[in-house]
C-alpha cells in the first residue's frame, strides 16, 4: 500500500479523456453509468461519437446546463441529456435488440475486477451492491469492442487487475483493453500486455500493484494526459 500511495496518478477526468481519443469518428457507443460517462465530454477535435442509452435514445448531446433540464430526457444513469439533429427515441426493448444485434462498436464500462482473460466483475451483491447485474451483461457481448476504465487499484490498495475475478462475472473473456490511473493494458491470448505507462513509473513498481503478470511484447508509450 505505502508504494500505491507514493505514486502520482491520474484523475478520473484524465482516464477518460485518454480513454475517449479511442473512439473513431462516427462510432456507435454505449457508456456505463457513473465515471464512463465522463468519456463523453472529452471527444477529440474532429471527431464525433453517437451515443447510445439503454433506456431508449440515440444520439444525445451534452449535460443541459443547470436550471435548464428537461426532466423527460434522461440517459441509462437519470441524468439531464440535451438532444442532436437527427437524435431518435425507441422502446426499452428495442434498444436492447441494438445492443444484442450487434450494432454498438464500443461500450465503456467501469470495474470492480478484470481478470487477464478479459473477464470482468463490475456489479456485487456485498452490503451496498445492487441486486442483479442489468444491462452490463447484455452490454459486454453485443459489443464489438469492450473496455475498462478504472483505478488500478482499490481503495484500500489492493490490485482490481487480476489473474481471475473473485467477485460475480458481469461478462467473460469479454474485455480487450483497459485504461488505468497507472496505464493502458490490453488483454491478448489471456494474457495483460502493456502499451502504455505514466512516464515516472516503472515496469516493476506498475508490476507490484498488478494481479497478474503484464507482459511486453513492443515498445512501451509513455501515457501523457492533459491537466483536467
Not at 439531464?80 to 437527427?86: D, I, M, Q
Not at 482499490?154 to 488505468?180: H, I, Q
Request: glycine content about 10%.
Amino acid at each position: 500500500m505505502t508504494l500505491v500511495l507514493a505514486i502520482p496518478k491520474l484523475t478520473n477526468n484524465q482516464i477518460a479523456w485518454r480513454a475517449a481519443q479511442d473512439i473513431q469518428d462516427g462510432a456507435y457507443v454505449n457508456l456505463g453509468i457513473g465515471f464512463p460517462e465522463k468519456v463523453a465530454q472529452y471527444q477529440p477535435p474532429g471527431r464525433e461519437a453517437i451515443f447510445h442509452t439503454e433506456n431508449g435514445i440515440l444520439n444525445f448531446g451534452e449535460a443541459p446546463q443547470q436550471g435548464e433540464e428537461d426532466w423527460d430526457l434522461i440517459n441509462a444513469g437519470k441524468k439531464a441529456v440535451t438532444l442532436k439533429p437527427g437524435s431518435a427515441f425507441f422502446h426499452h426493448a428495442d434498444s436492447f435488440a441494438m445492443v444484442r444485434g450487434g450494432h454498438l462498436d464500443v461500450a465503456i464500462l467501469g470495474a470492480y475486477e478484470v481478470a487477464e482473460n478479459g473477464d470482468l466483475a463490475n456489479w456485487s451483491t456485498g452490503p451496498k451492491g445492487v441486486p442483479a447485474v442489468g444491462g452490463a451483461m447484455d452490454l459486454v457481448h453485443g459489443a464489438k469492442r469492450v473496455a475498462v476504465i478504472t483505478d488500478h487499484v482499490t481503495k484500500d490498495g489492493k490490485p482490481k487487475l487480476l489473474k481471475r475475478c473473485t467477485l460475480p462475472l458481469t461478462g467473460v473473456a469479454c474485455v480487450t483493453r483497459v485504461y488505468t490511473s497507472l496505464a493502458v493494458i490490453d488483454i491478448e491470448g489471456g494474457h495483460f500486455v502493456l502499451r502504455e505507462k505514466l512516464p515516472s513509473l516503472s515496469l516493476e513498481e506498475l508490476q507490484a500493484v498488478t494481479g497478474a503478470e503484464l507482459h511486453v511484447t513492443g515498445p512501451v508509450a509513455d501515457l501523457i494526459v492533459p491537466e483536467l
